[in-house]
């Protein structure tokens, strides 16, 4: 069961419409990379701002990362048993997932 189940809350609601500006913005930065290689600019400016989408992704994923953790583990942790395990675990798992990337 999610959060969402038990609450219809997630930790990132209050900052939902900045998430997803920063994710628009993000959108708008991938399909500048498409019109520079349909443009055949520079390679050295197109990997340039591929690593500045991935570091917004990257900065993204943290914060909602960050919520996950405040809000949603720390309620289960509160509450105890195994939704705190549960909560624990896929928190360790989305942190490896965030490492490997």
């Not at 189940?5 to 990132?12: A, E, F, I, L, Q």
């Not at 991935?54 to 289960?76: K, M, P």
């Amino acid at each position: 069961m999610t959060e969402a189940d038990d609450t219809g809350v997630h930790g990132y609601s209050a900052q939902k419409e900045n998430y997803a500006k920063r994710l628009r913005r993000i959108e708008g930065q991938v399909r500048g990379i498409a019109k520079m290689i349909d443009e055949d600019k520079y390679c050295i400016d197109i990997l340039t701002q591929i690593s500045a989408v991935n570091s917004a992704l990257q900065s993204v994923a943290l914060g909602l990362l960050d919520e996950h953790l405040g809000h949603c583990v720390t309620h289960a942790v509160a509450a105890g048993g195994a939704d705190a395990d549960a909560k624990l675990a896929e928190a360790s798992a989305a942190i490896a997932r965030l490492v490997r990337s």
